[in-house]
């Protein structure tokens, strides 16, 4: 896990105390914001952590190319 993810998902859980706790204090409407910027962060850390995936599963073109000589070979 990268930093970045391990921030958003940091505040996505700060995020979601700071609700608990204001909406034991006040109405659901008045504490709304809190629970919209938890859901935000917990999608953004959900989007980075799907890009860097994606990025990782690329393969070089070298590699491919590897790929693709042995199975010329096998026919």
């Known amino acids: 896990m990268k930093l970045s993810e391990i921030l958003l998902l940091a505040v996505a859980a700060g995020f979601l105390v700071i609700w608990i ?3 034991q204090r006040t109405s659901f409407g008045n504490s709304y914001w809190l629970l919209m910027l938890f859901l935000g962060f917990l999608l953004a850390f959900q989007y980075v952590r799907t890009k860097r995936l994606e990025r990782e599963k690329v393969v070089s073109p070298t590699i491919k190319q590897m790929v693709e000589d ?3 070979k096998k026919k």
């Open 21 to 23: 706790a204001e909406y």
């Open 70 to 72: 042995r199975k010329k």
